[in-house]
């Protein structure tokens, strides 16, 4: 009698597991009934190298902060830190600023935008691009973003054709991620639209083997402390073109004749009139921002290199362990070299809007921050925009926002606290889906 009884139980438990693997609905996570806890600090930046902190050190000594208290263009600490980031982009002309959000709104000012003039730009990025559109007295229009997080091509075309005044497009490479920047510039080629990149999150990712930015007349590259440079704050204006570069210069400061002490802006006869012409906003990098910023260039490859290595790893076991409940976001083809300095996916459509937040809220109850794009807290988040709100519908940014997560991954991490993190985002999406 027990021999039976046991033959059965055997029976049914082999039956309900068949059921189970045969179950295409089956949301099942498998991951041990301990958990995990992550207690290293999500928001630790990259560290400033010593070299960087011993010219921090001297410039301080000196007192000399100013970019133009220096006797010569060779002698600027700003000059030879816009010579470095100018030579690793691969751009003719640099001008270095305060903050990347003053070198997106000099990009739109520089290129002729007039005040009220129609900006299209991403619905899915940082609130400090609509920001600068409105710094500059222009109003953003936005295009929607897709499910690898980058402009829609088709929607581009649209709006430019919806928008006929408009003559200004600046994309955004939000999280470094590029759209398809042949056909970005193409439409804008077709529809008399000047073109401009926000790169505060592309510095390093190339597109057919050139450095990101090259797509528009200008570009801009920031040094905030979450960035790939870390200066606090700071950012850098880069472009080809001598008009763009002069104006640049001569809005952020270079009143009289301080031109000639930039390296990286054109010859004094292209600046001719143009510090009595348009106004002196005040927007210069200070030369003890460029020192600690000069020698993080040259280790630029070095720390992407161990960020992909990293991310690739990340992936592969989210993939094994958790693909069937999510997605990550493709890279256009045409990106040739990506920077993987943080890690994005979608959660799958079946899972329900109470279960994300649940996800999201667990994570953090075991020392994971994760953000959700579509927070109604998020900056990120373009129904938080009040100041520039969208005016068309977006469906499809919404959508994608509303289970697009969002975590860092710091460089001063171990490979081990990687595993952790891998291990709280599978335990706690179990413990969502319970």
């Not at 903050?99 to 400090?128: D, I, P, Q, R, Y």
């Not at 990293?310 to 256009?332: A, D």
Request: charged letters at 20%.
């Amino acid at each position: 009698m027990n021999y039976k009884l046991a033959i059965a139980l055997i029976s049914l438990v082999t039956a309900s597991e068949s059921i189970l693997s045969s179950n295409p609905t089956s949301q099942k996570v498998v991951t041990s009934s301990k958990r995990t806890f992550l207690s290293r600090d999500i928001k630790t930046p990259d560290p400033i190298p010593m070299e960087g902190q011993k010219a921090a050190l001297e410039i301080m000594s000196t007192g000399r902060l100013y970019r133009y208290n220096v006797k010569d263009a060779e002698s600027s600490m700003v000059s030879q830190c816009e010579k470095e980031v100018a030579a690793y982009t691969g751009h003719k002309y640099c001008v270095a600023l305060n903050s990347c959000g003053s070198a997106l709104m000099l990009m739109l000012k520089c290129t002729g935008l007039e005040h009220g003039g129609e900006v299209l730009s991403n619905a899915f990025t940082f609130g400090a691009v609509p920001s600068a559109i409105e710094h500059a007295g222009g109003k953003a229009v936005y295009v929607e973003s897709n499910y690898d997080h980058v402009m829609d091509i088709n929607d581009l075309e649209m709006k430019l054709v919806a928008y006929p005044n408009c003559k200004h497009v600046m994309v955004s490479h939000m999280r470094g991620k590029l759209a398809d920047m042949d056909a970005v510039a193409d439409a804008c080629k077709r529809h008399g639209a000047v073109l401009v990149e926000d790169c505060a999150h592309s510095l390093g990712v190339r597109w057919q083997g050139t450095h990101s930015g090259h797509k528009g007349i200008a570009s801009a590259v920031s040094s905030q402390s979450y960035k790939m440079l870390n200066s606090g704050e700071g950012g850098f204006l880069l472009t080809d073109d001598d008009e763009i570069a002069a104006k640049a210069a001569v809005y952020a400061g270079a009143y009289e004749k301080l031109s000639n002490k930039h390296m990286t802006v054109p010859g004094e006869e292209v600046f001719a009139n143009l510090p009595v012409e348009i106004p002196n906003y005040s927007l210069r990098m200070s030369a003890l921002a460029a020192a600690v910023i000069k020698p993080q260039v040259a280790t630029l490859d070095e720390r992407i290199e161990k960020y992909n290595a990293r991310y690739h790893k990340v992936c592969q076991m989210l993939e094994e362990r958790v693909g069937h409940l999510m997605t990550i976001p493709s890279l256009t083809p045409g990106v040739t070299k990506m920077v993987h300095d943080s890690l994005q996916f979608n959660l799958d459509k079946s899972i329900t809007e109470e279960q994300v937040e649940a996800f999201v809220e667990d994570c953090g109850k075991h020392g994971l921050p994760v953000e959700l794009f579509g927070s109604k807290s998020n900056a990120r988040n373009f129904v938080n925009w009040g100041f520039a709100p969208a005016e068309d519908p977006l469906p499809l940014t919404a959508e994608m926002l509303s289970r697009a997560a969002d975590v860092r991954m710091p460089l001063m991490w171990d490979d081990e606290d990687f595993e952790t993190m891998v291990d709280v985002i599978c335990e706690s999406l179990e413990s969502a889906l319970e």
